[in-house]
């Protein structure tokens, strides 16, 4: 009876592999993966943009391959899910590649989540709105993992982590305040075009309208209507407001009267830092200036020899 029990314990695998083949199917390779057979991760946060760095991957990834392998997870319905790695896929999509070298990993929902935020946080430009996303799927996911809060305590706590919330450690972890980290995450309150306003604060495209995060957050109360039409007034105006007008709109429309009468009203309010500015391009000045000169001695030489240049003309003119 033993032997049979024991025999029973076994699988059938077990009984046709060795120990170290198991073992050997458990641990993590790279895998070359078809394209076909990768879906996005859902809801990704960061955008993949078709820039002159994509352009570069591609030519790399032409020339060289993929490097750096990505990570994928296995879906239940077959292929597999992109967790890390979106980048590589697109520019071997366009450099004509089928396939990209993967590492394929079991992981739950929040733990797919969680290092696809990490990984991305990891890029040399990200925009406000990938943060402001990225930073609430975190977060969402950190809750959810910890499990529900106490009565006592209305924020989730972490186990294994003194007792820390899941803002507070999401803050060490981003290297960013939790205020900050509010105010991203505020942001995902924005309609989609004040968001690529505020995007447009690091893109700075050309004859688009740029917004700071500041006023971008007091903005984020407004209803949704509010917005829509505070857009329209920004396309035809051709300004943003500041941040004390964005926080006269946010208490206009908290008491319900804010509409486009009012919003046209704040917005031709004169701003307190709105001051005429004369720019030169800087090649233009800079080989009169030694290299590392400050701004303000470049200004004030600028500004010396202007007056210098108007004395001489009126003593010309006498």
Sequence with gaps: MAVNSAANLLSVDSLFTTQAQRDEEKRESVRDIPLSEISNFPNH???VRMDDSMTEMADSVRQYGVLVPGLVRPKPEGGYEMVAGHRRKKASELAGVETVPCIVRELTDD???????????QREQI?????AFAYKMKLDAMKRQAGRPSKEN????????????SRELLAEQSGESHEQIRKYIRLTNLTPDLLDLVDNSVLKEKDKPQMALRPAVELSYLTLEEQSSLYEL?????????HAQAIKMKDFSQAGKLNEDVMLSIMQEEKGNQVEQFKIPKERISKYFAPGTPAQKIEDTIVKALEMYRKRQREMER
């Design 111 to 121: 733990e797919a989540t969680i290092i696809m935020v990490d990984s991305n946080l």
């Design 154 to 165: 209305g924020a989730t706590v972490l186990p294994h982590f003194s007792g820390k919330k």
């Design 127 to 131: 925009l406000p709105s990938e943060k």
């Design 45 to 47: 946060p960061f955008k």
């Design 234 to 242: 920004i396309e035809s105006e051709d300004c943003t407001p500041s």
